[in-house]
């Protein structure tokens, strides 16, 4: 009698047991069909808009990818976070030299999928000072309250570009780039180093001026038309070895971004607006970086980047040599 009840009864409870394995099982079912999120680090500078636009305009969702845009103070926060596994990888716009900064940390971190060349033409770098400032020149500058964005780079480049125009001596202090246009305003600083929006922001608010633009380009490179690849957009190793087929599909959709930057430019400057401090109309103000996808660069390209590397060797912020041809993803 015993084992005619337990028999009914156990198969009840092993059926039980099984609906509510099925319906745990579920959720993590979903998930792997859906796909890792792709969590990528950005600071707000006009040269982020490829990924700006491939998130606002649907590039990614129409990609089945769910990428969530991480804002942070700067780009050696968006390398160390990388670092650390909290994001899978960096929009253009996000320093190069800061990225090689992980590189020698963690050989292997990470592949370079665009970068966003700029120079004379295609503006993203330049020295502010104040509407009525008396400064002229870079030289002027000498003896003067410099300030720069955060981080080795920023900070390393303005330094460099100062010595080379003939402004030697010249201490550059860091100060966050949202900061740099009230700064000027204020009088606490003569002039800054600073990536775009910054300059379009004081000249609409009639608080700054241009001192100099492209200036990488002329005084890094020695040439005002170079190409200084001095963002660039990357993805983890970690992430391009575990998911290929996303990133993939990533590297698709944000190329689709950069298409867009490229062959329509008003359309897509209006995506500045919530990730940058321009707002509205005058995001048609902005002037644009250019952009260059990994399978589009040239000898001449490698070697400039490789130039702008080997300064941050020569400074002792790299403690070695990095080639750049084996940071670039091999699609």
Same mark, same amino acid.
């Given at each position: ?19 509510? !394995? ?29 990924? #700006?636009?491939?998130?606002?305009? /649907? ?14 103070? /700067? !780009? ?9 596994? =909290? ?63 955060? /981080? ?11 010595? =080379?125009?003939? !402004? ?34 004081? =000249? ?34 970690? #992430? ?28 897509? =400057? ?34 400039? #980047? ?5 300064? #941050? ?19």
């Amino acid at each position: 009698m015993s084992t005619r009840r337990t028999h009914p009864t156990r198969r009840r409870m092993l059926a039980g047991s099984a609906a509510a !394995a099925a319906t745990l099982a579920l959720p993590a079912l979903v998930r792997a069909q859906a796909g890792p999120k792709i969590r990528i680090g950005y600071w707000p500078v006009a040269a982020g808009l490829p990924f #700006f636009a491939a998130v606002e305009k /649907g590039y990614f969702k129409e990609a089945g990818l769910d990428v969530e845009a991480q804002k942070y103070a /700067g !780009a050696q926060q968006v390398m160390e976070a990388m670092l650390a596994g =909290r994001c899978d990888g960096s929009s253009n716009g996000t320093g190069s030299g800061n990225l090689g900064v992980g590189e020698i940390a963690s050989p292997g971190l990470f592949k370079i999928i665009a970068t966003n060349p700029s120079n004379a033409k295609y503006v993203l770098d330049q020295f502010l000072v104040p509407k009525d400032s008396p400064v002229k020149t870079l030289a002027d500058l000498k003896g003067k309250r410099v300030a720069s964005g955060p /981080g080795i780079q920023n900070k390393t480049l303005a330094l460099t570009v100062l010595e =080379r125009a003939g !402004a030697t001596g010249t201490p550059v202090t860091e100060l966050p780039i949202g900061q740099h246009v009230a700064a000027l305003a204020a009088g606490q600083v003569d002039a800054v180093y600073t990536l775009e929006p910054t300059g379009t922001v004081g =000249r609409l608010n009639g608080t700054t001026r241009v001192l100099e633009a492209g200036v990488i380009a002329k005084y890094i490179l020695g040439d005002a038309l170079a190409p200084w690849h001095g963002g660039s957009a990357a993805l983890t190793t970690e #992430f391009i070895k575990k998911y290929p087929a996303e990133t993939r599909k990533y590297i698709a959709a944000y190329a689709k971004g950069i298409e867009l930057v490229r062959n329509q430019p008003a359309e897509a =400057r209006q995506y500045l607006k919530g990730y940058t401090a321009i707002e509205g109309p005058l995001t048609g103000e902005v002037p644009l970086a250019s952009y260059m996808l990994y399978n589009e660069f040239k000898p001449a390209d490698v070697a400039a #980047f490789q130039k702008f590397f080997d300064l #941050f060797t020569e400074k002792g912020v790299f403690e070695k040599k990095l080639d750049v041809a084996s940071l670039l993803y091999k699609g």
